[in-house]
């Protein structure tokens, strides 16, 4: 038995290469999906000749219901490799997070003891996924991808998911910095995973909290090969309050302080306007009357908007729904 650094809670052992299943969610990417199967397919023989997985490792692309004809593609290297390519279709596009939490299921299911998640355009660098494998080999559990250079970024995502990160560590989520949903997982982690029935699936919350030996690789980001990013500015800004609502209260304390200067400035606003109506100078508590009836209705509205969007979530996780229903298998 061996201790290693980073994880001092931990014991970790060496293991045997293991049946890697490299899962990728896919919603429409016809233009990227040949192209990638082929690079993963070759990079899957280069990692087994090198004795970092078995020969029997397997993709599988989670098709999270697609409108191209990415599921017919699917279906056609299927058919010329049973056994190395597999994919299941949602019956509904279910996002980003659910695709890759079914595709993970699956694979497991399928016996793969380890599990990468990588994004199917294969902007995430292959390399790093045979670093997760050495990782693997000591004995990790979690091995996540963290991007070293966002070059292929363009400059507005670079910022608004660099001010993402550092909100989330200021509301004191646990996040990795710089990561986002390429990882490995060993099979127990995956299982483990299914235990949380949360509803408003944000991976990159729940792992860490999860807590098994866990490490880091390098991730040198290449642009988009083909095809757009199916990440729309209201996708992000969904999965960013999903971040942020599912693992903090914080946003509700402050609204509460913000609530409380509030407070603090209509009274002084009040006195004011007490000394004024005392002195006979009443027309000018017209003006600041409504200033402040203003401000405390803003304040409230925005207080409630917030309260709003926790007793929302609330309402969706107690009803405890599916994540996703599978269309076909194959
Ligand atoms: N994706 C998905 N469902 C969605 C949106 C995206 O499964 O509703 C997949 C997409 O096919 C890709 C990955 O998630 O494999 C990341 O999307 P994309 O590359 O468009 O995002 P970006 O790299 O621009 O952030
Ligand atoms: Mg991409």
New binding site residues.
């Given amino acids: 038995m061996d201790w290693k650094e980073g994880t001092a809670d931990s014991c970790i052992t060496e293991r045997e290469a293991p049946r890697l299943a490299i899962v ?6 016809e233009a990227t999906l040949g192209e990638s199967l082929e690079r993963l397919m070759d990079h899957l023989t280069q990692m087994s000749g090198e004795g970092l997985c078995l020969g029997d490792s397997f993709v599988l692309i ?5 409108r191209d004809s990415s599921w017919r593609i699917i279906e056609e290297w299927h058919r010329r490799y049973p056994e190395r390519v597999h994919g299941i279709r949602l019956a509904r ?4 997070q659910n ?2 939490m079914a595709g993970m299921t699956e694979a497991v299911g399928l016996g793969a003891e380890a599990v990468v998640t ?4 294969l ?1 995430d660098d292959l390399q790093a996924v045979s670093d997760m494998l050495r990782s693997w080999r000591e004995g990790y559990d979690v091995v996540y991808g963290v991007k070293v250079s966002r070059e292929a ?1 363009p400059p507005l ?1 670079r910022f608004t998911a660099k001010a993402f990160y550092r909100l989330q560590q200021r509301m004191g989520i646990e996040i990795v910095y710089n990561h ?2 390429f990882r490995l997982l060993s099979s127990r982690v995956v299982r483990e995973l299914s235990r949380y029935e949360e509803r408003n699936l944000y991976l990159r919350g729940i792992i860490p909290h999860i807590g098994y030996p866990s490490t880091t690789v390098d991730d040198h980001l290449q642009p ?1 090969r083909a ?5 729309t500015f209201g ?2 800004l969904r999965l960013a309050l999903d971040g942020i609502t599912s693992f903090s209260v914080k946003p509700l304390y402050l609204t509460m302080a913000l609530g409380g200067i509030y407070i603090l400035v209509a009274i002084g606003i009040g006195i004011y306007v007490l000394a004024s109506l005392l002195s006979g100078n009443a027309e000018h508590g017209w003006s600041s009357m409504m200033l402040s009836i203003w401000f405390v209705g803003g304040t409230t509205l925005i207080a409630l908007g917030i309260l709003g969007f926790y007793v929302g979530k609330t309402y969706i996780e107690v009803k405890h729904r599916p994540l996703y229903h599978i269309d076909r298998k194959i």
Wanted: aromatic share 6%.
């Fill in positions: 990728c969610p896919c919603y429409n990417e989670s098709d999270d219901g697609s596009n279910a996002g980003h695709a890759i990588m994004d199917v355009d902007q970024d995502k986002a949903d988009r095809g757009v990013s199916k990440y996708k992000s």
